[in-house]
């Protein structure tokens, strides 16, 4: 009896210790998440401006702003998923990019005073949203070991935790820039 009670109390103490520890995990997750969301909004909310300033200098192909304006649309609508929403990212990213590099043809849009200071923030907005990124993939790389390595494991069965994914780079996004190709086009 002596001895069965305080093995019973240090398991009590260990399921309360894990208990709580993947808890904080999960809810840190969640808010590095939410953190890449709140970077996700403020550059949705540059996007009309980039548009509007681009149009306002340019013939640029139509179809590219039209493209923006939709992802944008998608990406803010509220009923997509947390994996449709990183997606939506990525392609908007890329199409952006685009814009930007097509920009560089057009002297007069460069030299305006607005449309550098929104380029900076765009560039800025860009950078907090890579720093977002890594926090949450370095969140989600401690919740999946704490739930993957026991005696984490036991307690997170138990709960029904399962790892997450690390938002991870899409392919496209991996090659390499040629700068010749950017100039030739």
């Known amino acids: 009896m002596f001895v069965i009670l305080p093995i019973i109390i240090i398991f009590i103490f260990l399921w309360i210790f894990y ?11 969640t ?6 969301d709140v ?5 949705f ?21 039209t493209k923006i304006v939709e992802l944008r649309a998608k990406a803010t609508s509220g009923a997509i998923s947390d994996t449709e929403k990183a997606s939506l990212d990525a392609e908007l990213s890329t199409t952006v990019r685009g814009l930007m590099v097509n920009v560089e043809n057009y002297p ?5 005073s607005s449309f550098t200071n929104l ?22 790389t401690d919740f999946n ?18 790892p997450i994914q690390v938002l991870a780079t899409a392919e496209e996004e991996r090659k390499n820039i040629s700068a010749k190709e950017l100039f030739n086009n």
């Open 145 to 162: 070991n704490a739930i993957m390595m026991f005696p984490g494991n036991l307690f997170a069965g138990m709960l029904s935790y399962t």
């Open 108 to 112: 007069d849009l460069k030299a305006n």
């Open 31 to 36: 808010n590095a998440f939410s953190a890449i």
């Open 19 to 29: 208990y709580n520890s993947l808890i904080g995990k999960r809810n840190q997750v």
């Open 39 to 43: 970077m996700l909004k403020k550059r």
């Open 45 to 65: 909310d540059l996007i009309p401006n980039l548009v509007e300033i681009v149009k306002q200098y340019t013939n640029y192909e139509q179809s590219t702003l």
């Open 119 to 140: 380029q900076t923030t765009w560039t800025e907005s860009e950078e907090q949203i890579a720093a977002a990124r890594r926090t949450y993939n370095a969140v989600v």
